[in-house]
Nanobody
Framework: QVQLVESGGGLVQPGGSLRLSCAAS????????MGWYRQAPGKQRELVAG???????NYADSVKGRFTISRDNAKNTVYLQMNSLKPEDTAVYYC???????????????WGPGTQVTVSS
């Protein structure tokens, strides 16, 4: 089984910064993709940023230029540096990973329990 553990959420004032971390543990062959999603009250879960093992990234338009995703493949950890935070960034942030459990088999998607980010004065 694969577990994702997020950390780094909290309360921050508008314009402030936070850094989220997500570490994957368990028995698996590799992690093809790691990303961050968020879900605000009354809204659908949406992609924030993601990174493939190759280093290719994708970002939501709303966070481009403010958020940076990075990944440490050796530690199976993904980070999300969030700068210039806005009240509309308030949401529960979820870590997602597409994991290859066994070489040659299809990937399986896993989710972390989520971490709350609140941007408010």
């Amino acid at each position: 089984q694969v577990q994702l553990v997020e950390s780094g959420g909290g309360l921050v004032q508008p314009g402030g910064s936070l850094r989220l971390s997500c570490a994957a543990s368990g028995s698996f062959f590799s992690i093809a993709y790691m990303g961050w999603y968020r879900q605000a009250p009354g809204k659908q879960r949406e992609l924030v940023a993601g990174m493939f093992r190759s280093g290719r990234t994708n970002y939501a338009d709303s966070v481009k230029g403010r958020f940076t995703i990075s990944r440490d493949n050796a530690k199976n950890t993904v980070y999300l540096q969030m700068n210039s935070l806005k009240p509309e960034d308030t949401a529960v942030y979820y870590c997602n990973a597409d994991v290859t459990l066994v070489y040659g088999r299809a990937d399986n998607a896993y989710w972390g329990p989520g971490t709350q980010v609140t941007v408010s004065s």
